[in-house]
C-alpha cells in the first residue's frame, strides 16, 4: 500500500456510526461522526430507523473523504451494533419495519415459552434464550407483521444492511451469525431445526462469509470499485483492534453497554454459566478464533440518560469532573437496568435501580454511583469469567468513550485488583475492522503484524485495598438483588 493509501472502517454502533481511516503504518489518517435516533415505543422497546443508519453511513464517509484528499481507499471493513435486526425488501431496498435493537426486551415472555429448549439452544450457540440476541426478534416481525409474506424478504443484522446498501451483497459473518440464535456455532451454519423453532426462513437470512476476505465491490459513489473485504461484530472487532489474539487475553469495551471478551482459540468450549460462547473470527487462512463474553446492556447509556433523561449533565464530559467533587457516594447505587441484566445475571425483568438515598445526596453522588456501576458491572463478569475459565486475569486490556474517563480505570483496578491498560488508538472496535479489511487485502500480511502495532498510552494499577473494593461491591450486590424481577 503506498502512502497516500488508507483502510476505511464504518463502525456503526447503537448511537451513531463512524467512519475511520487508518494507513499501513497502523496512524489514524482521520475520522467522522453523526448519531441517529433512538426510538423508544414502548417501555422496553427501543428501535432504529434503518434508512436513518444508512444515510449516516453515507454521510460520515463523504465527510471523512474530504478530509483526506488526493488519498484513496485500499478497503473497507464493517463494524457494528451485533445483534439489531432489519427487515427489508430486497428488490425496492426499503426497509419494512423500524429495526429492532439488541437492547429491546419485547420478546421477554417469548423467551420464558421456550425455556423447555434451553439445553439445546445453548449447546448449539454457545447463548441463553433471552431477548438480547436476534433470532426471537425476527420472530416478533414475523408473527406481528405482514413482512412474512413479502417473497423479496431480506433478514439481517446492521453490517448486512450496510453491506447490501453499498454492494448488493446479503452477507454477513461468523461474529455476527453466532449472535441471532439461529447459527450452529461448532457446526459453523445457520441450524434447521433452530431455523424451524423460530419461525425464520432461511432463504431470508444472509450469506455466512468469512469476517476476514472480499464481500463484494462498492456499487457507486466517490468509493464505487471498492472492496468491501471484512464483517466484525463491534466487540469482537474491539478484542481483535486490541491485538488479543492469542487465548487467555481479555479487553472491555465501553460503549453504550460493556463487554468483556477472552479470546479462547480455536476449539470451542463448552457453555459456560453467566456467559456467552461467541463466535471471535474467521480469518481464512490467518486463523479462526472463539470467545467467551460477558455482555453488560447499560453502562455508556447510563451516563446519556443523566445527559438526557435527569439533565444533571449537559454533555458526556462533564461526569469525570463532577464525579470527582466527592470521594464518596455515601451508600448510594445506581443498577442502570434499564433494559434488564445482561451477564452474568440475564434477567429480561429487572429494571433501573437507585438506593441509598438521603436528603444529602445531590447530583455528584448520582454521577459517581453511575460510573462506579459501571466498574462494578464489569467486574460481576471478570469474577465470573475467572471462575469458569479458572485462569486469573493478568490485566484488562480497555478501550471505547469512557476509558478516557481516569476515575472510571482508577475504579475498575480497585475492583479487579489489576492494572487496566488503555491503548494509544481509542477507536479500537474500527481499527480492529480495519486490520481485518486490511489482512484481506494485503496491506497487512499477518496477525503478527497486527500484535506489533499495538502500543500501551496509560496503564492504571489497582491502589486502593482489596478490603475496600470488597466492602463496596458487597453494597452494589445487595443493590442488584432490588433491582432483579421487577417488571
Excluded at 481507499?73 to 451485533?82: D, L
Excluded at 439489531?84 to 425488501?89: E, L, M, P, S
Excluded at 475459565?389 to 478501550?399: H, K, M, Q
Excluded at 496477525?447 to 498510552?457: G, K, L, Q, S
Aim: include cysteine.
Amino acid at each position: 500500500m503506498s502512502l497516500n493509501e488508507v483502510v476505511v472502517a464504518i463502525d456503526a454502533g447503537t448511537t451513531g456510526v463512524r467512519a475511520f481511516a487508518v494507513d499501513a503504518s497502523s496512524t489514524p489518517r482521520g475520522w467522522a461522526y453523526q448519531e441517529f435516533t433512538q426510538h423508544f415505543p414502548q417501555p422496553g422497546w427501543v428501535e432504529h430507523d434503518a434508512n436513518e443508519i444508512w444515510t449516516a453511513v453515507q454521510a460520515t464517509l463523504a465527510a471523512l473523504l474530504r478530509k483526506l484528499p488526493d488519498t484513496t481507499v485500499a478497503a473497507i471493513g464493517i463494524t457494528n451494533q451485533r445483534e439489531t435486526v432489519v427487515a427489508w425488501d430486497r428488490s425496492t431496498g426499503r426497509p419494512l419495519h423500524r429495526a429492532i435493537v439488541w437492547q429491546d426486551r419485547r420478546t421477554a415472555a417469548r423467551c420464558d415459552e421456550l425455556a423447555p429448549e434451553i439445553d439445546s439452544v445453548r449447546s448449539k450457540t454457545g447463548l441463553v434464550l433471552d431477548p438480547y440476541f436476534s433470532g426471537s426478534k425476527m420472530e416478533w416481525l414475523l408473527r406481528t407483521t405482514d413482512i412474512g409474506a413479502n417473497r423479496n424478504l431480506a433478514l439481517g443484522t446492521i453490517d448486512d444492511w450496510i453491506l447490501w446498501n453499498l454492494t448488493g451483497e446479503h452477507a454477513t459473518d461468523p461474529s455476527n451469525a453466532s449472535r441471532t440464535m439461529l447459527y450452529d456455532i461448532v457446526a459453523r451454519g445457520w441450524d434447521d431445526a433452530l431455523c424451524a423453532l423460530f419461525g425464520v426462513p432461511q432463504r431470508a437470512l444472509p450469506d455466512v462469509r468469512p469476517s476476514s476476505g472480499r464481500f463484494g465491490l462498492v456499487r457507486e459513489g466517490p468509493l464505487a470499485g471498492t472492496p468491501v473485504s471484512a464483517i466484525l461484530g463491534d466487540q469482537q472487532a474491539a478484542l481483535f483492534g486490541q491485538a488479543g489474539l492469542v487465548p487467555g487475553m481479555a479487553k472491555n469495551t465501553y460503549g453504550t453497554g460493556s463487554f468483556v471478551l477472552m479470546n479462547v482459540g480455536p476449539t470451542c468450549p463448552p457453555p459456560s454459566e453467566g456467559l456467552l460462547t461467541t463466535v471471535a473470527w474467521d480469518l481464512g487462512r490467518h486463523g479462526f478464533a472463539y470467545a467467551l463474553e460477558g455482555a453488560v446492556f447499560v453502562t455508556g447509556a447510563a451516563i446519556q440518560w443523566l445527559r438526557d433523561g435527569l439533565q444533571i449533565i449537559s454533555e458526556a464530559a462533564e461526569i469525570g469532573p463532577l464525579a470527582e467533587t466527592i470521594t464518596d457516594t455515601e451508600g448510594v447505587y445506581v443498577v442502570p437496568a434499564f433494559t434488564g441484566l445482561g451477564s452474568p445475571w440475564w434477567d429480561p425483568y429487572a429494571r433501573g435501580t437507585i438506593v441509598g438515598l438521603t436528603r444529602g445526596v445531590g447530583r455528584a453522588h448520582l454521577a459517581r454511583a453511575v460510573v462506579e456501576s459501571i466498574a462494578y458491572q464489569v467486574r460481576d463478569v471478570v469474577d465470573r469469567m475467572v471462575a469458569v475459565s479458572g485462569t486469573p486475569l493478568a490485566e484488562l486490556r480497555v478501550d471505547g468513550g469512557a476509558s478516557v474517563m481516569e476515575l472510571l480505570l482508577r475504579l475498575q483496578a480497585d475492583q479487579l485488583g489489576v492494572a487496566v491498560s488503555r491503548p494509544v488508538i481509542a477507536e479500537t472496535t474500527a481499527l480492529g475492522a480495519a486490520y481485518a479489511a486490511g489482512l484481506a487485502e494485503g496491506v497487512w500480511n499477518s496477525t503478527d503484524e497486527v500484535a506489533a502495532a499495538w502500543r500501551e498510552d496509560v496503564r492504571v494499577p489497582p491502589t486502593g485495598t482489596r478490603e475496600a473494593a470488597d466492602h463496596a461491591y458487597k453494597g452494589w450486590l445487595r443493590a442488584i438483588e432490588r433491582s432483579q424481577h421487577w417488571a
